[in-house]
C-alpha cells in the first residue's frame, strides 16, 4: 500500500520526520502498544509497536508535533494520557463500552483496535464517548477507597466462610454486625472447628483494624483537600464514603449542565430500547462506576430503613415502595438512590443548606 511504511517493533527507537495533522490509534497493552497512524486523508501512514514505558513513548512521540491520540479506557490509560498530553499532544481517552465497534470486533487484536481507534478518533472523537482522566492527586486519594473496598469484601468473604463451616456442621453464629464479628462469635466456634477458623477470626480482627485506619483516612482527606464534601453530609445516610466517593468519581461538577443528568451517568436510569411504539420496561443500564452506584444504593437503603431519618426523600420513597407490586420496594431503592446523586449535586454546585421536609408540612 503507497504511503504506509512499517517500523520497527522493539522499542519504537526508530521515529519519523514531524507531520500535522496526524491521527494516532494506540492500543495499550502491558508489555507492547500497537499504535497505527493516518493523515488527513485517512491513508496510513505508519504503523508498529512501541514498549509501554514512559521512557520508550517518550522517545516514539517526544519527537512529533501536535498529534490527536486516541487509546482506550485502562489500567494504564491515566498515566499515558498525561505523559502524552505533556509532550504537546491532544489525546482522547475512548469509552469501549459505549463504543461496539470496538468491543464487539470478531476481528479483536492490537493492531486492529489501533486501527479502529484511529480511524474513529479522525472521523468524529465524540463517536467515542471519550472520557476525563481524573488529576493524578485525586486518583491517588481514590486509590485509598478502592483499597477500604477492597479490605471489606475480604472480610466479607472470610465472614461467610466462617459461618458456612459452622453451619455445615448443625451449628449457628450468632448475628451480629460485620465489625464485631471477631469478638461475638469466637466463643461459639465449636470445638473440632477451631484449629481451622481461630486463624480466620484472628484475620478478620486484623482487616477490621485496617478497614477503621481507612475510614480515618477518608476523614482526613476530606479535612485536608475535599471540604465541599461536608456539604453533602448533610443528607441523612450519606457519610465521608459516599460523599468523598461522589466528589472524586463525578471529579468536575460543572461537567453536568443539569443535576439530573447524573443518574444516568451513574447507570441508575432504565435502559432504553424503544422501537416504534413497542418501549419495553428494562432494568437500569449499570454503567458508570460500579462502586459509586454501589454506594448509591447503600445509601438508599439507609434511608429507606428503619434507622432513616424523616425526610422528604424517605416519604417519596416509602410512597413508592407501598405502591403494590412484587418490585415495587426494589426499584423505590433504587429511585431513590437516583434522586440522592442528583440532590448531592445539586448541593455540591449551589453549596445550600440541606432541609430535610422542605416540601412538606410538618406537624408538631
Known sequence: MTGVRNVSTSEGKETTSSLKGMTVGLDVSDT?????????????????????????????????ESWRVILEVGTHSPWISRLLQDLGHE???ANPRKVRLIA?????????D???????????????????????????????IRARNALVRSRTLLINHVRGAVKSLGYRLPACDAYMFHKKVASAIPGELEPALKPLLDFIDSLTSQIAA??????????????????????????????LTFILTIGDPARFRKSRAVGPYVGLVPRQRQSGE??????????????????????????????????????????????????????????VARKLAVLLHHLWVTGEVFEALRSQEVTA
Open 278 to 335: 413497542h418501549s419495553p420496561q428494562l432494568r437500569i443500564a449499570k454503567t458508570g462506576d460500579r462502586y459509586l452506584r454501589q454506594l448509591l444504593i447503600n445509601g438508599s437503603q439507609h434511608i429507606l430503613g428503619y434507622r432513616g431519618a424523616d425526610t422528604d426523600l424517605r416519604r417519596w420513597g416509602l410512597k413508592r415502595a407501598a405502591s403494590g407490586g412484587k418490585n415495587a420496594k426494589k426499584r423505590a431503592v433504587v429511585a
Open 104 to 112: 464487539d470486533n470478531t476481528q479483536k487484536n492490537d493492531r486492529s
Open 32 to 64: 507492547y502498544s500497537s499504535f497505527y497512524v493516518l493523515d488527513d486523508s485517512g491513508d496510513v501512514v505508519e504503523e508498529g509497536r512501541v514498549r509501554t514505558t514512559k521512557a520508550a513513548l517518550t522517545r516514539r512521540f517526544g519527537t512529533e
Open 214 to 243: 481507612a475510614d480515618k483516612r477518608i476523614e482526613a482527606i476530606i479535612r485536608e483537600r475535599y471540604p465541599e464534601a461536608r456539604v453533602l453530609q448533610q443528607v441523612p445516610g450519606v457519610g465521608p464514603l459516599i460523599s
Open 114 to 144: 489501533a486501527e479502529t481507534l484511529a480511524r474513529l478518533g479522525r472521523i468524529d472523537p465524540r463517536l467515542l464517548s471519550p472520557i476525563t482522566h481524573r488529576s493524578p492527586q485525586a486518583q491517588a486519594d481514590l486509590a485509598v
Open 91 to 93: 489525546v482522547v481517552i
